[in-house]
């Protein structure tokens, strides 16, 4: 795996550049999730933004969310900025660089920690994200949904058996390299695959099916209505609340899909308007339900009632600059 990674593998992604255990963290926690095409422009502008974890631990809220904003997952983005000041405040501003402290912070997990430490300080330790599960699973032809807990515990005893005691850094990018290059989860380039000859999935032809999957439901599906509301150039936004999906960024207020939202408007934010149009439905998926939303737009009259705590007007051309969700961008940009 070593050596195949050495002569084959990736060596140009940015945060291969450097075992600063900062940047090689954001890279970690972008990755989760994302592929490394979509990750790359997002690195850049958040380091250019947050050079250093004092850099991110100062900086407001929404100013890491807006630099988060199309990513997904904003969570991440909050526990981050979480972490940061953890580490300002309990580690002097110093990023950890081994393992158990890493894991100590929010937002990382084992297979996480072990990964920023083995680049950043050469530290042994096995990772098991998405990438390692399929490879290990497909290489010892272990049956089961990975994510389930008797799957997933016999996953990480293999792991930790087959960490070498050198070449840290080599062999964990090899594990993520393989996976995400040849041993995809599709059309797997066996061929081409270092571990082949001694792979069971191979030898017994059921790549498609390991790793096992588990059982899809069908997602459930929610309508709401999107009150876009405008006065003088300035849009009204609206922040949502941290648990949930889109927790802490800006977007347009939502009513009930059948409700008026002239009524609505004046109800709940005091606001008197005149109906525009109504849009066309934009429909989004999220890991656990399918929403689809219903943009009606306003014209907003000018008002001397108090906007509540968690609203605000923002210039359209303050709007690039916002934590907004990717959807609700792409709409305000018609």
């Known amino acids: 795996m070593v050596d195949w990674q050495r002569t084959h593998g990736r060596h140009d992604l940015p945060w291969q550049r450097t075992r600063d255990a900062y940047r090689i963290w954001v890279a970690e ?161 066996c061929g081409d695959c270092p571990v082949a000859r001694d792979c069971v999935a191979r030898r017994e032809g059921r790549t498609g099916e390991l790793p096992g999957k588990r059982s899809r439901r069908a997602l459930p599906h929610r309508e709401v209505q999107l009150v876009w509301a405008e006065r003088a150039g300035d849009v009204l936004l609206e922040r949502r609340p941290s648990t949930g999906v889109w927790g802490r960024l800006w977007s347009l207020p939502e009513i009930d899909v059948d409700a008026d939202p002239v009524a609505a408007l004046a109800e709940r934010y005091g606001i008197g308007a005149r109906l525009l149009e109504r849009l066309a439905p934009i429909d989004h998926a999220f890991t656990h339900y399918a929403l689809t939303m219903h943009p009606s737009r306003l014209a907003a009259k000018a008002s001397r009632a108090a906007l509540p705590a968690e609203c605000i007007w923002i210039a359209r051309a303050d709007l690039a600059g916002a934590a907004l969700p990717a959807p609700i961008r792409k709409l305000l940009a018609r």
Request: hydrophobic share 45%; aromatic share 6%; charged share 20%.
């Open 29 to 189: 926690i972008m990755l989760q999730q994302t592929q490394v095409a979509t990750v790359i422009p997002y690195y850049d502008r958040f380091l250019a933004a947050f050079p250093d974890v004092s850099a991110l631990a100062r900086a407001d809220e929404d100013a890491v969310l807006a630099q988060w904003s199309g990513l997904g997952y904003y969570r991440r983005a909050r526990h981050m900025h979480a972490a940061a000041r953890e580490v300002v405040d309990r580690h002097g501003g110093t990023f950890p660089r081994d393992s158990a402290t890493l894991a100590a912070l929010p937002g990382i997990g084992p297979s996480t920690a072990a990964a920023i430490a083995a680049f950043a300080s050469g530290e042994r330790g096995a990772i098991l994200d998405g990438n390692v599960k399929r490879v290990l699973a497909r290489h010892r032809g272990i049956d089961g949904d990975p994510a389930s807990p008797a799957v997933e515990s016999a996953l990480w005893a293999l792991a930790r058996r087959l960490v070498p005691r050198e070449a840290i850094g080599a062999y964990t990018q090899g594990m993520m390299d393989l996976g995400a290059t040849l041993c995809t989860r599709t059309k797997p380039r």
